[in-house]
């Protein structure tokens, strides 16, 4: 059984920085796609980044345009686990973050294609001040 469960989130202020985790058990894929998505209060949930994993080795990676150059999404293996390191936030980027994955390729259009994950994590706050 599949389980994701997040941690590292907060309350900090505009300008500063968080680093959220997804520790991941259960799976015995050998190529899969993670990713971390977002929803704030009163609007959809929405793809923030997402890496594909072959192999355990790190593949490609796609950010939001909300989150290049601020985000950046790693893996630890040997960990089996997920990171988003998070840079100058912003108050737009409070939310609850979430992890999911998906066995296999990332589907096309992943931010876009949160339907295809099949599982999800319980999510953490993400809340920054201005």
């Known amino acids: 059984q599949v389980q994701l469960v997040e941690s590292g989130g907060g309350s900090v202020q505009a300008g500063g920085s968080l680093s959220l985790s997804c520790a991941a058990s259960?799976?015995?894929?050998?190529?899969?796609?993670m990713g971390w998505f977002r929803q704030a209060p009163g609007k959809e949930r929405e793809g923030v980044a997402v890496?594909?994993?072959?192999?355990?080795?790190?593949?490609?990676?796609y950010y939001a345009d909300s989150a290049k150059g601020r985000f950046t999404i790693s893996q630890d293996n040997a960990k089996n686990t997920l990171y988003l390191q998070m840079n100058s936030l912003k108050p737009e980027d409070t939310a609850m973050y979430y992890c999911?994955?998906?066995?296999?390729?990332?589907?096309?259009?992943?931010?876009?294609?949160?339907?295809?994950?099949?599982?999800w994590g319980q999510g953490t706050q993400v809340t920054v001040s201005s």
């Open positions: 999911a994955a998906h066995p296999g390729r990332c589907p096309l259009a992943a931010l876009s294609s949160q339907g295809r994950f099949a599982y």
């Open positions: 259960g799976y015995r894929w050998s190529e899969w796609c």
């Open positions: 890496l594909y994993i072959n192999n355990n080795v790190p593949g490609s990676t």
